[in-house]
């Protein structure tokens, strides 16, 4: 990633945090059901910018097969931070069709910032080391509504 464009994510992330602040408590947000394989995932939906910008944030703990499916209205290069988030998370940048892109590992309460590869439209938040446990990579695709499977 160049130096304009890491700026540009750290900027994004800095309104984010400040739009978020007020918010002291986890949100709760509607359900769906996805797969990954045999691996059934209730993911929260969140896909207004105000539902992505909290995402995860003061989530003391979750589920096995608990997450966040962050929704977005167009391809772009999405990129993700971990303010105010306590939980070791992985996350998977997904493609129209349900295809992992690329998984990352990102560490509670930091700034760092983890994109995706390529322009996607689809992000999944789990517990740290879910797709890995499951021998989940990328390529892998996953199944529900939101991907037309």
Known sequence: ??????????????????????????????????S?????????VAQTPEQRSIGLMHRPSMGQSEGMLF???????????????LLPLSIAFLADDGSIVNIESMKPQTLDSHCSKKPVRFVLEMNEGWFAKRGIKPG?????APFGN
């Open 140 to 144: 892998a695709a996953l199944k529900g």
């Open 71 to 85: 929704i977005f209205e167009q391809p772009a290069q999405q990129c993700f931070w971990m303010k105010n988030t």
């Open 1 to 34: 990633m160049d130096r304009l464009t890491k700026l540009v994510a750290a900027l994004i992330a800095l309104a984010w945090i400040n739009a978020a602040a007020a918010q002291d408590g986890p949100q709760k947000l509607p359900t769906i059901q996805l």
């Open 36 to 44: 990954a394989g045999m691996h059934l995932i209730r993911a929260e």
